[in-house]
């Protein structure tokens, strides 16, 4: 059965929730049916996992190593929970963030290794592999004034704690990774409005829906 796996990343306040929200109303009113998912989270034990991670529900430091096992635990969970059953149904699973996070996050930004992280990955994911990485692209200051209103409210967390140099490497390193794989990823400009954004990737994602067969009247 045919299946498509896409995934959504970029830095903090790239609107890479707010985008997978609208493609899966895209693909609905093209009669597609998707799985949304998110990491971390997407399962009970994810969930639980990205509370510890972004809440510092354990109450002490975490340290970098431990740290990216936890998103290694929650995706593993995840792919062999809710990725690949969904996958192996036919649907079109779309995740708002996945394996490149941790490449990115974890392995340049963190300085845990690149390499290492791809190795680490690699035993999480086992055949879930996306066949179209969105990167959207932000400015690190525009993302965070983005989320000025939502730290407002709810702080911010721990990731987001991080300093502006960090959240510099986490976007050099998305580039340097679009760079690596370019068939797998497409690079969208997502400093403009959000309608322009998804535009954007409603146009990339038709086309490789309509490539791989699953999308009929494709020629409009
Ligand atoms: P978000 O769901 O709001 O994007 O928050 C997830 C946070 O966790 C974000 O700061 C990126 C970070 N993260 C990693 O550092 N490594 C990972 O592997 C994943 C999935 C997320």
């Given at each position: 059965m045919k299946s498509f796996f896409i995934t959504l990343e970029g830095p903090e306040g790239s609107g890479k929730s707010t985008q997978a929200a609208r493609l899966v109303k895209r693909l609905a009113d093209a009669s597609l049916k998707a799985v949304r998912t998110r990491e971390p989270g997407g399962t009970p034990t994810g969930e639980a996992i990205r509370e510890i991670l972004?809440?510092?529900?354990?109450?002490e430091p975490i340290v970098p190593e431990a740290e990216a096992l936890l998103f290694a635990a929650s995706r593993a969970q995840l792919v062999r929970r809710v990725i690949l059953p969904a996958l192996k149904r036919g649907r079109i699973v779309i995740s708002d963030r996945f394996a490149d996070s941790t490449t990115v996050y974890q392995g340049h930004a963190r300085g845990l290794g690149v390499e290492r992280m791809l190795d680490l990955n690699a035993f999480a994911v086992?055949?879930?592999?996306?066949?179209l990485t969105i990167l959207i692209d932000v400015d690190v200051r525009l993302g965070f004034q983005r989320l000025a209103r939502r730290h407002r409210k709810s702080g911010r967390d721990r990731m987001e704690r991080e300093a502006i140099e960090f959240h510099e490497n986490v976007r050099q390193g998305y580039l340097n990774l679009a760079r690596r794989y370019p068939a797998r990823f497409r690079v969208v400009?997502?400093?403009?409005s959000s309608d322009a954004v998804e535009a954007d990737v409603w146009k990339l994602v038709k086309a490789r829906l309509c490539a791989a067969g699953l999308l009929t009247g494709c020629s409009s």
């Amino acid at each position: 059965m045919k299946s498509f796996f896409i995934t959504l990343e970029g830095p903090e306040g790239s609107g890479k929730s707010t985008q997978a929200a609208r493609l899966v109303k895209r693909l609905a009113d093209a009669s597609l049916k998707a799985v949304r998912t998110r990491e971390p989270g997407g399962t009970p034990t994810g969930e639980a996992i990205r509370e510890i991670l972004q809440r510092d529900k354990a109450g002490e430091p975490i340290v970098p190593e431990a740290e990216a096992l936890l998103f290694a635990a929650s995706r593993a969970q995840l792919v062999r929970r809710v990725i690949l059953p969904a996958l192996k149904r036919g649907r079109i699973v779309i995740s708002d963030r996945f394996a490149d996070s941790t490449t990115v996050y974890q392995g340049h930004a963190r300085g845990l290794g690149v390499e290492r992280m791809l190795d680490l990955n690699a035993f999480a994911v086992d055949a879930a592999a996306p066949d179209l990485t969105i990167l959207i692209d932000v400015d690190v200051r525009l993302g965070f004034q983005r989320l000025a209103r939502r730290h407002r409210k709810s702080g911010r967390d721990r990731m987001e704690r991080e300093a502006i140099e960090f959240h510099e490497n986490v976007r050099q390193g998305y580039l340097n990774l679009a760079r690596r794989y370019p068939a797998r990823f497409r690079v969208v400009d997502g400093s403009r409005s959000s309608d322009a954004v998804e535009a954007d990737v409603w146009k990339l994602v038709k086309a490789r829906l309509c490539a791989a067969g699953l999308l009929t009247g494709c020629s409009s």
